[in-house]
């Protein structure tokens, strides 16, 4: 009977395997890193505030809003391109649900006919992108413009309460807390991440969609068909837009005309800042998910620090600078 005997692995082929280890993974431990030193400086900055549940709650409150976006926002960038016309996506899905609950009086109606208008706003912004052929830095400005111009005719430029979704399974499906603790909105959120990791890790969507912001020549040479990868990921921002506008709705319990204005650089800052690049072909989700929690942690800690909130702004675009620049210098060193 041949029996064998276990080795112990060398210490040469551990510190190997350690090293690729670190360098498949540095991106991910770097944003990690981040999130804890300055989670760490503002518990020592502010340790009232930072060692109670409050400043917890409210954040995993309070992501999801731009998270929810800059998840598949993050499929764009990786096929190099650009969506700056979510925020107003978020407002145009709320006045599609504000016409059909009107004309209906369900609210259930109301909700599709919100997912319809932002899976239509992303397509329209893929086919303009695409087929036409128009930058898509340029084409989502001006489509920024348009949705935002068709809510406020749309609703008159008046705002609407949303009670009456209290009483629906809607309510606390979207916005409840889970055993009385977590909030809803936080469990979807990292649904939405989890599924859109897989999808850009675990099919051929996800492998089609790097090769197309990697080389796009390329990528046609090997048969992706990049115009239906470019169109899918801009429908999917849409999508996203609209339930994330939803959801902020739903937590008020009203909705503005003017929604989503504030929400376009925490969202792009996340999406930076998570490592993917601006030149297409290289993000990770979990990057961009740990990002949005350090972008969000920035005011409410520099407040609770005893700044001036001014610097907040400052801050979210020298991370998105400093980000993009590191990347251009990460580029032609390693190219």
Known sequence: MNTTEARPISPAVQKTTFSRFLRRYALQIAIVAVLLLIWAFFLWRAPTTFSSYDIYNSLLTTTPYFAIMAIPLTLVVIAKEIDLSFPSVMAFGMAAYDLVFQATG???LGFI???????????????????LGIPSLVATIGTQYFWRGAVMIMTNGQGMG???????LLYPLLVGKIFGIIPAQFVWTMGIAVLTWFVLNRTRFGAHTYLSGDNVESARLMGVNVDRTKIITFTLVGLAAVFAGYIVSESVLFFWPTMGDGYLLNTLASVFLGGTSVFGGTGTIFGTFIAAFIIAVINPGIVAAGWLAYWTQLIYGFIIVASVVLQAILRKRFS
């Open 106 to 108: 369900s609210v259930w």
């Open 162 to 168: 949303m009670t009456q979704v209290q009483s629906t």
């Open 113 to 131: 006919a919100c997912l319809l208008a932002g899976l239509l706003a992303g397509y329209l912004n893929g086919i303009i992108v695409v087929k």
